[in-house]
């Protein structure tokens, strides 16, 4: 875990980074259902990572562990889909803005800001989209770790296998995150 660091795009400190190494998708929704004790409504939480990094399936054991309605799959086709707790928890609201392209702006057709208050917010393809909704957010980057090449191709070589590894980088923002409420997250993954 690294020390505290100020982000100049908020102009303020942040809780620790943690950064935690998984070794298949069943440990990525692992981590998704231990972010999820974390979480409570008001939250907004940012995926960034490349097509087919993760942040589905991690968005998935998001949802599990706050134990809502519907199987939650990527919201592409539909920008936003909203599962209501089965457990008298907030929902969650699982956004996509991969194809969103005027920011905050286009964002607030989506009624963000009315549903974040009591919802639990996740948010696909966030990064310079959804800041502004809130000072007190989670940040989390998945970055696939890439098997060995194989023989053949072009240039004798095919793209490397996904072997299923991923490093993720939890950052929390604003005063929210700023007590040791990450810290343990990265140890149960160790």
Do not use: C
């Given at each position: 875990?690294e020390?505290?660091?100020?982000d100049?795009?908020?102009?303020?400190?942040t809780?620790?980074?943690?950064?935690?190494?998984l070794?298949?998708?069943?440990?990525?929704?692992?981590?998704?259902?231990?972010l999820?004790?974390?979480?409570?409504?008001?939250?907004?939480?940012?995926?960034?990572?490349?097509?087919?990094?993760?942040?589905?399936?991690?968005?998935?054991?998001?949802?599990?562990?706050?134990?809502v309605?519907?199987?939650?799959?990527?919201?592409?086709?539909?920008?936003?889909?909203?599962?209501p707790?089965?457990?008298?928890?907030?929902?969650?609201?699982?956004?996509?803005?991969?194809?969103?392209?005027?920011?905050?702006?286009?964002?607030?057709?989506?009624?963000?800001d009315?549903?974040?208050?009591e919802?639990?917010?996740?948010?696909e393809w966030g990064?310079d989209?959804?800041?502004?909704l809130?000072?007190?957010?989670?940040?989390?980057?998945?970055?696939r770790?890439?098997?060995?090449?194989?023989?053949g191709?072009?240039?004798?070589?095919?793209?490397p296998?996904?072997?299923?590894?991923?490093?993720?980088v939890?950052?929390?923002?604003?005063?929210?995150?700023?007590?040791?409420?990450?810290a343990?997250?990265g140890?149960?993954?160790a």
């Open positions: 875990m020390a505290p660091h100020n100049p795009a908020t102009d303020g400190p809780a620790p980074r943690t950064q935690i190494d070794d298949s998708p069943d440990r990525t929704q692992d981590l998704g259902r231990a999820a004790a974390l979480l409570r409504p008001g939250d907004l939480v940012m995926l960034t990572g490349e097509l087919g990094a993760g942040k589905t399936t991690l968005t998935r054991g998001i949802g599990e562990g706050l134990g309605r519907g199987a939650v799959t990527s919201p592409t086709f539909v920008i936003a889909r909203v599962h707790s089965l457990t008298g928890g907030p929902p969650l609201v699982h956004v996509d803005a991969y194809r969103l392209d005027g920011g905050l702006d286009e964002m607030e057709d989506l009624d963000l009315v549903s974040l208050p919802s639990v917010v996740v948010v990064d989209k959804v800041e502004e809130t000072d007190a957010r989670l940040h989390v980057v998945i970055e770790a890439t098997g060995t090449a194989a023989a191709g072009e240039g004798g070589l095919l793209p296998e996904d072997d299923g590894r991923r490093r993720v939890v950052t929390g923002y604003g005063d929210r995150w700023a007590g040791p409420a990450l343990g997250l140890a149960a993954f």
